[in-house]
């Protein structure tokens, strides 16, 4: 008879964990699309053309710092030495990080021998939220926004 409950307490306890794990992944399924709309209602115009709205949240992003010009004699065809480090040009197309957590990445073809220097920086919460796109939308007035192109749009 003990067998029998405690076998009882176990299926109760699996099937439990499963309901419970299909309703938080549903849950899940139905906040995060509501929260990138409802973040995405405060962003201006052109920051919800150019970026997710998951980028308000904090991030690590490389930042463009300062650019080296690779001489006219070296050998591109070749491994070649820059910033301490031996490299080529195939791997500078991808990018090399330094030991310093800088990463240098080709610019354009061999002909620009130009490499950007890029760092590492924290990107916190964005700040530039507004209203404008609820006072546009409730207004019914003509509204004017700037797309991910920097194009001027009239509606």
């Known amino acids: 008879m003990k067998t029998k409950v405690k076998s ?3 299926r109760k306890l699996v099937s439990s ?11 899940l399924l139905w906040v995060i699309p509501t929260l990138g709309v409802f973040i995405t209602s405060f962003r201006n115009s052109q920051d919800i053309f150019n970026s997710g709205w998951w980028s308000v949240f904090p991030r690590r992003v490389l930042v463009e710092s300062g650019e080296i010009l690779v001489d006219a004699d070296v050998d591109l065809e070749k491994p070649f030495m820059i910033e301490g480090i031996t490299t080529t040009f195939e ?3 991808q990018g090399v990080k330094l030991a310093d ?12 021998r130009r490499i950007i220097v ?14 404008d796109n609820y006072r546009n939308v409730l ?12 194009n001027e749009i009239v509606r």
């Open 91 to 93: 791997e500078l197309r």
């Open 101 to 112: 957590g800088r990463t240098l990445t080709w610019f354009g073809n061999r002909r620009t």
């Open 17 to 27: 964990l499963i309901v419970n794990g299909v309703l938080i992944f549903v849950c």
């Open 118 to 131: 890029s760092e590492p920086e924290w990107r916190w919460f964005d700040t530039r939220v507004t209203l």
């Open 8 to 10: 009882q307490k176990q």
């Open 139 to 150: 207004t019914g007035k003509r509204i004017t926004f700037i797309d991910g192109s920097g």
